[in-house]
């Protein structure tokens, strides 16, 4: 999808959307395929900070739409991550290993936000 | 193993296949450790993973796909058990993990059908089946129960060919 518009971009104001999901793994879990959205200015200020800092290091805007150095295999996970600013928004999907450190803290904290968030509903 | 005896696609039929046989050598490793005869086993994937606070007992059930977890956060186990349930999607693969549930459970039909250790005879059929070079990468659900049914008869016998056939039928694949 790389630079187009997503379905669920919002593409103004000033808060920063994630949208995450995650596709595979070592078995089917409907809940977790289920996308959550993250607003980051509804966090506490420095989980807030912290997102965005990752957001920043893993040069996200710039990365293509598909991670290209993806291992994949029977059982990799894939996460699809939307991310919306005041400015832009960009989809990238990346595949287990992520070879990319900032990436792979990025993927690692999303996923705890999401979970955090869906065992909240 | 799986990938090593074999070289099915990681995608749709051929990918459920690829997750099948990994479970149900898994499941067979377990057995032959526990000196477990088919009746006896318990033909859970995964048991012992989820904590306390998950809903579940496993990712998979052989014996009764679609009911290992039912979960709040992990949403609910969407194996289907025959063809009548069959998923057709994009995600995982072409549902490699979902679909599976299919081959597992008519391997598990085959197991307790013949009886005694599963391993020695539904796990040598699966085995041969794996090895056999009539087995495409690209195996549909249908091609590879064929495969079973002819190295049923070919390795045992017409009463061993009767059961797999029977089994694929349960769960709505004609292989015979």
Known sequence: M???RHPGCVGRGTA???DFSIDGGLAAFPGLARPVSIHCDALPAHENARLRDLVRRADFFA???Q???HGGGPDARAYTITIDDALQCRTVTVREPIA???LRDLVAELRDKAMAERRAK | MTGDEAHLVYLG??????ESISDVFGSLVKQYARRQSADKADWLIGEGLFTASVHGVALRSMKAPGTAFDD???GRDPQPATMAGYVHTSADSGGVHTNSGIPNHAFYLVATGLGGYAWEKAGRIWYETLRDKRLKPTATFRQFARCTVQNAAHFFGPAERQAVSAAW???GIRAA
Do not use: C, F, K, M
């Open chain 1, 16 to 18: 920063l959307r994630i």
């Open chain 2, 72 to 74: 709040p956060v992990l």
């Open chain 1, 100 to 102: 990319d450190p900032a």
């Open chain 1, 63 to 65: 990365l293509p739409p």
């Open chain 1, 2 to 4: 790389g630079r187009g």
């Open chain 1, 67 to 69: 991670d290209p150095s």
């Open chain 2, 169 to 171: 039928a349960e769960v």
């Open chain 2, 13 to 18: 039929q051929a990918g459920a296949l690829n």
